[in-house]
């Protein structure tokens, strides 16, 4: 045996031991290259710097880095920002408890936001501030806000069903025509709301009835909005249940040109047009309450607002704001919305997914 | 012993939930539905190790033992297919071939993405062992193919085991692909629960049900070997088996199967991405993140892996000079890790982390942390592996010449072991860079590594923007690939240098040490 092969196994451990102390030693040592996050204000690298306010975005580097470092800028506040999935991530902070670095979590869905609130993790907001929204976009307790709102829409492939163009409610997707033909995400938190918002409209019975047909039907199951609106694009499926602004998203990646798909806004009343919204809510025993009230406030405001129309295609939840170009004005399909303090009766919604087969 | 404990960490956050739950557990267990779950799930895991294990043998076999036209070649692309991320394998048939979906999906792509597990060390087996016992087989009248079946395969059979092994748990633990595949597997429900209900419970007992489940694989991959590991001190002659020479027919037919297992496997997932890459390339690639993400994951994984061979390493020895009930234990534990979603393991780290390591907490010192005790056993496997091949009697021999036992450690044990120590880092790093859910979790604040910006650009459906990362990934990952191709190859090509000095290689591999020597 030579030396030369001799080393390297002997090496390998004492490099390891070397490398964690030196880690472990100084914490800075691990800030292995910043994201693109790192505009004004926006701290990288190690956990963040004291007095940085926290922020866990369940929302997508993509959609909201950018309205972020406006937030740095318009405020003033340094903001340190983690992204990952909104679920995980109040997984994340229900297990971190009180010990949590995170002073705000900016939430994907408002059924994240309820958890969290429901597990005693949110701090009240100011009820001025929750205020601002139109009624019934914020948690009845304030202990969270919405901060922008989407439509849920029937994604329809034109060759393959046109007739979707008109269509008005929700109910004529179980048409046997359709069958095998409607692409859905089970896991997806908007068609839960969407299911307990078919509860809400519907009753108990009825919605039970309506998801049992809705399964004999044999609907197809994705795994996400994303992926349901690839099948109607390619025709896979001729429906589809999802978000609106995922449309937006695609025709913004492709050019609009190059997708198929279209999507219909169905009537008032109809739990098919719910309204959801993503929103936030500050963590607590924070100790940048000071900051973390300015960041809702900011994102309440007009620039914000403005923000989620021009660059996510959302709602605007501010009265007053425009809408984005070619959607249909919020209020029309307002009238239409579920109360969506109703919509925290999850564990019922799921309950009864389960009990239907549509998981 | 840390090592140990670490690895048993996501374990005992489990049963602490679990305990939580109290009599919600029996409900659980018993839900109509969750029998099921097991019962697809398992089919799921033996059809995809079965395939495995007959193409990762049969490839080996055409590549090591026959006269295929460029075999060289071909040897070394039938292993890069480990390279390809399997979510990156299945968001490609997905995007092209609708009924690339469920069941058969999953088997495809998994399959595709995992054979290279039992490919790699059978090939090295194969180069290795002595070809006497087929000699006396075939001399006794034994055709060629029995004498293959019944004493090739034999021999290489604790090889192709171990990487079975690999691959079960792989397929069992796999989120990324048979998500986008809608395949309803243990690991796509216990991500359900936690995305549709914030409820950890269910995750925590679905989770540790999964345990019992890859304690049990674990066992009876242990149990087909018995018997079938061998150590000679001393043995016949260094030489290669004499090639079985393929007449034309033959030989097209088997060129055929390799190009279309590589086609599969290989090309279309490379050709997907690049065909995506080039209608985004008018958009603009945004280069300085394509960088700075690549520099993360590359640290990020030489770190981890360092990290991860640092407890490997002792228990890997541990494991195999001292076998007992106690050593046994640690290293099914290990294992018990390895088949967790990343999820759970990186809420268990939340957990521990911000109790007792709060200074570490988000911090790159606790990612390494995670990848230790996710990636623990493919690090201990390969040690204990090439460390079981040597003989003890070695050790004993130094030590009756006077060495004391640490210095018998230091100058024999650790450089027999070298070759598996390389092994296991090498697939350790591969694994780390492909790795996600962990990451996103524990990851320092705003650093990137190349799955995590294919996370994000595929969240917002860019996946053209996507594209240059997942290249950048299958093109770092190319390196331990070929790395750990090397490692475990380094005992068949030194067959062919005549290198006396050479040590053994390969994970599992029946031993060949009549080219050792004691230092």
Partial sequence: MNLRRRRPALLVPALAATALLALAACGSADAPASGSTGAAGSSSGAAAADGDLVIYSGRNEKLVSGLLDQLSAATGVKVSVRYAGSSELAAQLLEEGDATNADLFFSQDAGALGALGAAGRLEALDPALTATVIDGYADPANLWVGTSARARVVAYHPGQAPEAAQMTSIDAVLDPRYKGKVGFAPSNASFHAFVTALRVTKGEDGAKTWLERFRANEPKAYDSNVAVLDGVDKAEVSLGLINHYYWFEKSAEKGESAVTAKIRFLGSDDPGALINVAGVGVLKGTDQKEAATKAVSFLLGPQAQKYFTETTFEYPVVDGTPTPAGLPALKDLRSSSVDLNKLDSLDRTLALLGEVGLT | ?519
């Fill in chain 2, 1 to 519: 012993m840390a090592g140990a404990l670490l690895a048993l960490l996501p374990l005992g956050y489990l049963v602490l939930r679990t305990v939580e739950a109290g009599d919600r557990v029996g409900a659980i267990l018993t839900r109509p539905g969750t029998l099921e779950l097991v019962g697809r799930s398992l089919a799921l895991v033996g059809t995809v190790t079965t395939l495995c294990l007959v193409l990762g043998v049969g490839l080996a076999a055409l590549v090591t033992r026959t006269t295929l036209p460029g075999r060289r070649v071909l040897a070394v692309l039938l292993a890069l297919p480990l390279a390809v991320p399997s979510y990156v394998a299945a968001f490609a048939w997905v995007a092209a071939v609708p009924w690339a979906r469920g069941f058969v999906g999953a088997t495809l792509v998994l399959t595709a993405c995992t054979y290279p597990y039992v490919y790699l060390p059978v090939v090295a087996a194969m180069r290795g062992v002595d070809p006497a016992q087929e000699e006396v087989a075939r001399s006794l009248g034994r055709g060629p193919w029995r004498t293959f079946l019944t004493v090739t395969v034999r021999q290489v059979w604790p090889a192709a085991a171990s990487g079975g092994l690999l691959v079960a748990l792989y397929a069992l633990s796999d989120f990324g692909a048979v998500s986008l595949l809608q395949f309803d597997a243990f690991t796509r429900v216990i991500h359900t629960s936690y995305r549709a209900s914030f409820d950890r419970t269910p995750a925590a007992v679905l989770s540790l049900l999964l345990v019992v489940l890859t304690v049990l694989i674990a066992l009876g991959e242990r149990r087909s070997r018995r018997g079938l590991e061998q150590t000679r001190v001393g043995s016949g002659v260094s030489r290669r088996s004499e090639p079985l020479r393929l007449g034309r027919m033959a030989a097209a037919a088997a060129t055929a199967a390799v190009l279309a297992v590589l086609a599969v496997a290989l090309a279309f997932p490379l050709a997907s991405l690049a065909y995506w890459f080039v209608t985004g390339l008018s958009a603009g690639v945004d280069v300085e993140r394509l960088v700075t993400s690549t520099a993360t994951t590359l640290l990020l994984a030489v770190l981890g892996a360092l990290v991860t061979m640092a407890f490997a390493v002792p228990i890997g020895v541990l494991v195999a000079r001292h076998r007992s009930r106690a050593t046994s234990a640690i290293e099914l534990g290990a294992w018990a890790g390895h088949a967790l979603p990343g999820i759970v393991v990186a809420l268990a780290l939340v957990f521990f982390g911000i109790r007792v390591a709060q200074p570490i907490y988000q911090r790159t010192p606790l990612l390494l942390i995670a990848y230790a005790v996710l990636f623990l056993p493919a690090g201990v496997g390969a040690v204990r592996a090439s460390v079981a091949m040597s003989s003890p009697r070695v050790e004993e021999v130094a030590r009756s010449l006077g060495s004391r036992p640490l210095d018998v450690l230091r100058r024999v044990t650790l450089p027999l072991a070298g070759p598996g120590v390389a092994a296991g880092t090498a697939l350790v790093l591969l694994t780390i860079m492909k790795e996600l859910p962990a990451t996103l979790l524990l990851r320092p604040t705003g650093a990137n590594t190349l799955a995590t910006s294919l996370w994000t650009e595929t969240g917002v459906a860019a996946y053209a923007a996507a594209a240059p990362y997942a290249l950048a990934l299958v093109a770092l990952a190319v390196v331990p690939t070929l790395w750990l191709m090397h490692a475990q190859g380094r005992l068949g090509e030194s067959g062919e240098s005549g290198d006396p000095c050479e040590p053994p290689t390969s994970l599992d591999q029946p031993s060949d040490p009549h080219r050792r020597r004691v230092p």
